[in-house]
């Protein structure tokens, strides 16, 4: 069973299209996570949820919109697509930050978007 | 703002030698956490370091975490093929409501044959 799902695998847009990207997880968490890799392989995080309530939201384009759901699910959506939001897109989760142990983050597969 | 740093950003190593990742971070934290990440793919968890002192092994891979010098390390020994990837380290912080990772810059690590 996967553990964290992201769909699509891929995504191929043009500039000025919307797009959405969902993740959901079966593993139980609170709190789900959307992070971007860029070119680099750098990787930054963009929000997190926390029983579906937002609880970080780094400096990110008002272009991007997250929602969630219910707690196995996170969906990232993004408006006006530029070039620059070329990247892949991963969506991660966790027990709850707040709480003890670990804390690990799993990931899911990644959404490769390309914005022509 | 919390920044981490890795170093080497890129190792090229024969099998059968053993080296070493550096990961260095500017304020204090309590959770260092290492991913690998094959090409293409996902991140997997490799090691929760928790406490200063804390030493975890998984075959040829041994983390460590010094919270006092802001450094963790991951220490290959003998070397083999399979363990080419690019290795990140991630600190962990608290917000006050929150808890976020920060990561570092990645080690593309080769082992040649």
């Known amino acids: 069973d996967t553990a964290v799902s992201q769909t699509p695998k891929y995504l191929v847009t043009q500039m000025g299209n919307d797009k959405s990207i969902k993740c959901e997880q079966n593993?139980?968490?609170?709190?789900m996570y959307w992070y971007k890799q860029d070119s680099k392989k750098f990787l930054k995080i963009m929000f997190s949820y926390n029983n579906k309530e937002l609880i970080i939201n780094e400096t990110v384009p008002n272009r991007f919109s997250p929602k969630s759901p219910d707690k196995a699910h996170l969906n990232l959506h993004i408006n006006s697509l530029e070039l620059g939001d070329s990247a892949v897109y991963f969506c991660?989760?966790?027990?709850?930050?707040?709480?003890?142990?670990?804390?690990?983050?799993?990931f899911g597969p990644g959404t490769r978007l390309l914005v022509l | 703002e919390l920044k981490v740093e890795q170093n080497p950003l890129f190792l090229s190593m024969q099998e059968g030698k053993n080296y070493t990742i550096y990961c260095n971070y500017s304020?204090?934290?309590?959770?260092l956490y290492w991913y690998r990440q094959d090409p293409g793919k996902s991140l997997e968890s490799l090691f929760v370091?928790?406490?200063?002192?804390a030493v975890k092994q998984e075959g040829r891979l041994m983390a460590s975490l010094d919270t006092k010098a802001r450094l963790s390390t991951l220490h290959i020994t003998a070397a083999v093929h399979d363990l080419s990837a690019t290795y990140f380290c991630a600190v962990g912080q608290y917000t006050g409501t929150a808890s976020k990772l920060t990561f570092g810059t990645g080690t593309r690590l080769q082992v040649t044959l």
């Open positions: 370091l928790l406490s200063n002192g």
């Open positions: 991660a989760s966790s027990q709850d930050p707040l709480a003890g142990g670990p804390k690990t983050q799993y």
């Open positions: 304020t204090t934290s309590d959770r």
């Open positions: 593993l139980g968490h609170d709190t």
